[in-house]
C-alpha cells in the first residue's frame, strides 16, 4: 500500500507519512510511559526544574573535555538548540580553571547561501552565537584554541577530516518540529525517492553536505530565531552528517518543551525505544545508534489532549 502524501508538505517525506498506528501509539504516552521506553542503548531522563535541565546539559561538556588530553585529544559537537546551556559552559570552564587547550568542539550546521557558509557576521550565524554565547566567554589562558574549533564549510573536506584522530566523547543537540537532529531532514519526494524515503541504511550513509530544508525547519527557525521574519531564513544549511553523528559515543537529546511540541518528543521517544527506524522521521534512525539518551524537562512534555485556544 502506498504511502500517503504529507500534510504539511506534498514534495517532501516527513512524520505525517507514517502509518496512522504510529502516530496514534504516540499520541497516547503518558510520562510514565515515556520514562519506561529506555532499554539498553537508549536512555530516557526527566528533569524536574529548568535549571537542573540546562546545569546537567552543560556539564556533559565539561565532562567531556576533562577526558582530554596531548595524547588522546577529545572532543564535543554542539548544537544551536538549544542554546541556554552554552553561557553556563563557559562559567564552569572559568570556575574549575578547565583548560581546553587539548580539547574539541564541532558546530553541527550552518546556513548556506549563496554557494557559501554563512559569514559569522551574519545575523544568525552558528558559528557566531557559538562564539558569542560560549568560547568568547572562556579567560584567554583556559581557551580553546582556535583549530581545535571545527564549523562546517561549504566545502566540507577540512570539517570532514578533523573527525579523523580526534574522539568525540558526545553529541550533543535538540530536536526540530520536523523531528531532525542537526539539520538531516527528510528529503524531498523525488527521484528514486518519490514513493518511498530512503532505507535507513541509505540514510546513515550520509556525511556532512549541503542539505535543502524541509518548510517546517524554515519556519520553525523564523520563529525560534527571527521574530517570524521567513524571509531572513535560508533554505539551505550545511549539517553534520550520520556519518559522523556514529563517530560519537553518545547523542544525547535536550528537550524543554520550547523547540518540537508534545507529540514529537513522544514520537521519536516511541520510534527509538521500540526501534522503529524510518527516514521520513529522521530523528528516529538514532534507534540504531549504541548509545542514545533524551532528556526531558517535565514541565515541557505536555500532553496531547485536544484544547481548543
Known sequence: MARPLSKI???????????????????????????????????????????????????????????????NPVGVCGPIGP??????????????????????????????????????????????????????RILPDLKMPEKNLHFPKADPTEYIKSWDGVRCAMMQGGQGDIKHWAFNDPLKREGKYKDNPPTPEEYLQLSTRVVDLHPVTV?????????????????????????????????????????????GQRLTTFMIGKKLPDAAVPMSLLALHPNVQFNFFVGGIGSCEVEMH
Do not use: C
Not at 101 to 107: P, R, T
Not at 241 to 253: D, F, L, N, R
Not at 254 to 261: P, S
Open 9 to 71: 508538505a506534498p514534495d517532501w517525506w516527513d512524520y505525517t507519512t507514517l502509518d496512522k498506528g504510529i502516530l496514534d501509539d504516540a499520541a497516547k504516552l503518558t510520562p510514565k510511559d515515556m520514562l519506561a521506553l529506555s532499554r539498553p542503548g537508549f536512555k530516557v531522563v526527566f528533569y524536574d526544574t529548568l535549571e537542573e535541565f540546562y546545569a546537567a546539559e552543560a556539564l556533559e561538556y565539561i565532562q567531556a573535555w576533562l577526558q582530554s588530553t596531548p595524547d
Open 83 to 136: 542554546t541556554e546551556q552554552l553561557p553556563i559552559v563557559a562559567q564552569i570552564v572559568n570556575a574549575i580553571g578547565l583548560n581546553l587547550k587539548d580539547s574539541h568542539f564541532w558546530g553541527m550546521d550552518e546556513w548556506y547561501i549563496d554557494g557559501k557558509e554563512a559569514p559569522e557576521d551574519h545575523p544568525l550565524s552558528f558559528a557566531k552565537a557559538d562564539k558569542e554565547m560560549l568560547f568568547n
Open 219 to 263: 519556519m520553525q527557525n523564523a520563529r525560534t530565531s527571527g521574530g517570524g521574519k521567513v524571509d531572513l531564513v535560508p533554505n539551505q544549511a550545511v549539517s553534520v552528517g550520520p556519518v559522523q553523528t556514529w563517530k560519537a559515543e553518545k547523542v544525547s537529546i535536550w528537550q524543554a518543551g520550547t523547540h518540537d511540541n508534545a507529540f
